[in-house]
Nanobody, 115 residues
């Protein structure tokens, strides 16, 4: 059974940092693209950062220079280091692994940034 579990969310003051982690199990995700998405109530889920199996990364303009995505293919894990957090980063964050044949999501984790 495939499972993606996020951890590391919580409440932080503006300017602070959090590190989200995603642990995937149930299959080999080393050839899948990994992404972190976020979604606020009533809004569409948006891509925050993505990383290919080869390590190429892309970021939403709003987080460039503040967030860093990484992954460990051998361990089927991924992370999102979030620095200089802003109140507008408050959302539920989701981990995603996808390729041409499959698309898996974590259950989501709350990140709240207080002003």
């Amino acid at each position: 059974q495939v499972q993606l579990v996020e951890s590391g969310g919580g409440l932080v003051q503006a300017g602070g940092s959090l590190r989200l982690s995603c642990a995937a199990s149930g299959r080999d995700f080393s050839i899948s693209t990994m992404g972190w998405y976020r979604q606020a109530p009533g809004k569409q889920r948006e891509l925050v950062a993505g990383i290919t199996s080869g390590g190429s990364t892309n970021y939403a303009d709003s987080v460039k220079g503040r967030f860093t995505i990484s992954r460990d293919n051998a361990k089927n894990t991924g992370s999102l280091q979030m620095n200089k957090l802003k109140p507008e980063d408050t959302d539920i964050y989701y981990c995603n692994f996808r390729n041409n044949y499959s698309d898996y999501w974590g259950q989501g984790i709350q990140v709240t940034v207080s002003s």
